[in-house]
């Protein structure tokens, strides 16, 4: 799939699936850095880091173990509802571990903000995000990253993971859509 596929629901392509690769190389680079000696835990947010947690743990040179989450406060809509909700709990017990949660994007932070309290409160060794973009919004919460792709307008974004209405996952870029298409 590509931009001609997308007719005229896309106002732009904002992030080049070579773009992403080569930010991801980057990130895999620092993580192996990082967790060297280490058996962290990468934790995926469905279904938004399907794509992100894929891409990025193939790039590691080393074994990490997954396990995945799913976390809504969107309901249907195209702004976050405020309430947050487990729908998928972790499989993995995180008490003592390394935990890296894999996140596609960092948009209000509300419900990473939320997630990241939740598992603390679990008392893993540490506890850290790797988003690969964070929009860059006035109202953003305090989220400690270690690793972020790339800073984002704060626009409605689409593909790689990211979607409205569940449509647009699959672009293996990142898209600005079009406002008279979600308003």
Partial sequence: MDATDMGSDLQQVLITEEQIGQRLDGMAAQFDADYAGRDPLLVGVLKGAVFVMADLSRRLHMSVPMDWMAVSSYGN???SSGVVRILKDLSTDIRGRHVVIAEDIIDSGLTLKYLLKNLQSREPASLTVAALMRKDTPAQADIPCRY??????????VGYGLDFAERYRNLPYIGILKPEIYQ
């Fill in 148 to 157: 972020i792709g790339f800073e984002c307008p704060d626009d409605f974004i």
């Fill in 77 to 79: 809509g195209a702004k």
